[in-house]
C-alpha cells in the first residue's frame, strides 16, 4: 500500500500544450494521485446534455501514461451560466430573503429539483463514460458541501424532515417552547426556515435547521453516489470542509464515505497553524471512525490569516503534510497543482507556483514527494492515543443559535483543550459523547453545553469503571431540545461531579486563583455538595469559592474546572492527569502509529534549534540504523521504525 501525492488538478483552465509538461513534472515532483473536473461543469456539459469529454479523454490518458492516478470528480459545486439561466429558481436565497445571482461557484440550492436532475445527469455521463478507465483510483462527488438556502423548496423539504422528527405539531411545540413568545404552530405549513427576522430567532429551530440541512446535503451526496455505484465499484468520497458556516455533521456523514477526507487550512501565521493542523488531523481520525483517512486539500504556499497571506518558511509545508500523515492520513493532496493566471482565486498558493517549476516552491515539493515513498509502510497503521477529547457538532450548532450569557466559542473551548495536550506532545483522540470511551485513561468535556441522556449515562459509566473525566464549564445545560435542565447547573452533570451552580459569572477579564493561577472567559458561583475543592478563586464576588473540584466515582474520578484556566494552569494539570509533558526538546511533535506489533514513531521538530530524542531502530527518511539517540535538525522531521 502506497501513500497518496498529489492534489487538485485543472487542465481546463490550460492550453493542451501545457498538459504533457505537467504530467513530466509530476513525475518529477512523484506525485501518483490527483483531483480531476472538480469545477468543469461548463467545459464538460456547454449546454444542456450535449457533453465534451474529447479533452478529458485526452487528460486521463496522458495522466495514466504518466502512471499518475486519479480522483475524478462530479463537478456539481459550480453548476454552469447556463443552468442558472434556465433555472433561475434553483440560485439561492439567503436568510435575508436575498436570491443569489450567478457569477460565483456554489450558486445553487440542493433541494432545487433541477439542480437534482442535473447533478444526477453529469454524474451519471461521467459514470458511463470512465468507469473502466484505468486511471480511475476513486471518485470525488461535488466539492465541499456546505452552501445553505433558504428558499421555497428549503421550506417545503424542512417541514417534511420536521415531520419525520417530530410526528406531530405537538410534540414539536414542545420541543421548540412554542408558548415562549406566542409561537405556537397550529399547521404545519406556518412553519418556515429560521430566517431573518425582528429579533432572536427560536434557538431549537435554528438548531433542527442546521441538523436538516446536514441531512438534505447528504441526500444530494446519496443521490450521485448511488449514480456512481450503479456503474463503478471504485472507492466513492467527497471532501469535507471544517468551519462555523459549515452545516454538516461529518461524524454522521462518515459512515457514506468509501474514504474520509478532508480540506485544511490553518487561518493562524504562528504556531497556531501547527497547532489547528493536529486538531484537524485528529478530528478527520475520529470521523474516520479510527481507520486511515485522507487529506485532500491543503496550501503548498501560504496560511491564510483572514487579513493577509503569510508565506510558509522553507520545510513549514512538509512538516504540516507530515504531521496529518502522522495522525492517520493516507497521505497528503493540495489544492492545487498549477496556479492559476486569473479567476478569483489566483494568488491561492499551488504545487507549481507562477514562478514555475524552476522554483523553491516547486523544489520543496518534489523533495516531499521523494521522501512519501520511504514512509510507505506506515500506510494501514492505526495512531495510538490514551487521551480522548469530545466532540459534537449539535452542541457546536445550538451554541451558535442560542442567545448565550457570553459569547461563548465551543470550538475554541475544545481547541484550547487540544492545544494543551499538543503542548503536552500528548496524541489525543476525538470521540462523540455516546461513544465506547473505555480504552482512555483520561476524557475531557469542553463546554459540552448540549446532552443528551443516553450520553450524560455513558460518560458516568466511563467514571465508574476506572476513567478520569474533566468537565469544563458550561457543560451539561440543555438536553436536545435546547430546553435548561432545571435545579441548578451544570445540570446534566451535577450530580456525577458533586457540584452545584446557581449563577454564571462572565469574565471580561481575568480572575485570580487560588494555586496562583489565573481564569479567563468564564467563572461560576460553585458548590461543593459532595466534591473535593482542588483549587479556589482568589479576590472579587466569588472569593474563597471552589474554581476547580474532583469527586472519587466508583473506580474513576470526575474533576470539574469551572473556568479558562491560564496555559500554565492548564499544563499542570494536564500533567497530573496524563503523567506527560514536554522534554527539553520543546516544539518537537511526537505522534506513534501501530500494526500489530510494529510501531512507528513521527518526530516533527517546530522549533528553530535541533532536538535530541531517545529512539532506536530504523529511520525511514535516511534509510540508518537509530541507537538510543536521534537528533532531528531545527524545522525537520524523522520517522522510525521502532526495534
Known sequence: MSLWYGGDYNPEQWDPAVWKEDVDLMRQAGVNLVTVGVFSWS?????????????????LDLLHNGGVKV????????????????????LPVTADGVRLTHGSRDTYCVCAPAYRDAARGIARALAERYHDHPALAMWHVHNEYGTTCYCTFAAERFRGWLRERYGSLARLNEAWTTAFWSQRYAEWSDIEPPRATQYLVNPTQYLDYRRFWSDELLAAYLDQKAVLREHSAAPITTNFVFGGWVPVNHARWAAEVDVV?????????????EEQTAFGADLARAWAGGKPWLLMEQAAGGLNTGERWHT????RMARHSLSHVARGSRGALFFQWRA???????????MVPHAGADSARFREIAQLGSVMPRLAEVAGSTVVAEVAILWDAECWWAMQGTHLPSSLDYLAA???????????DVTVDFAAPDADLSSYRVVVVPSLYLVSDEATANLAAYVESGGQLVVGYFSGIVDPDVRVRLGGYPGAFAELLGVRVEEFHPLSGEVALASGGRGRVWSEDVEAVAAEVVDRYAGGVLDGKPAVTRRQVGAGTAWYVSTELDDDTAADLVTRLAGAGRSAGGLVETVRRRDGGVTWVFFINHGDTDAVVPAVGTELVAGAAVNGELVVPAGGYAVVREA
Open 414 to 424: 475544545v481547541r484550547s483543550a487540544h492545544r494543551h495536550f499538543w503542548h503536552a
Open 340 to 350: 492559476s493566471r486569473g479567476g478569483a482565486e489566483m494568488y491561492h498558493s499551488a
Open 261 to 273: 477526507a478532508i480540506d485544511h487550512y490553518p487561518d493562524q501565521a504562528g504556531l497556531g497553524a
Open 312 to 315: 510558509k518558511e522553507p520545510g
Open 43 to 59: 467545459s464538460l456539459e456547454p449546454a444542456p446534455g450535449e457533453y465534451d469529454f474529447a479533452w478529458l479523454d485526452q487528460v
Open 71 to 90: 480522483d475524478l470528480a462530479t463537478p456539481t459545486a459550480s453548476p454552469p451560466p447556463w443552468f442558472s439561466r434556465l433555472h433561475p429558481e434553483a
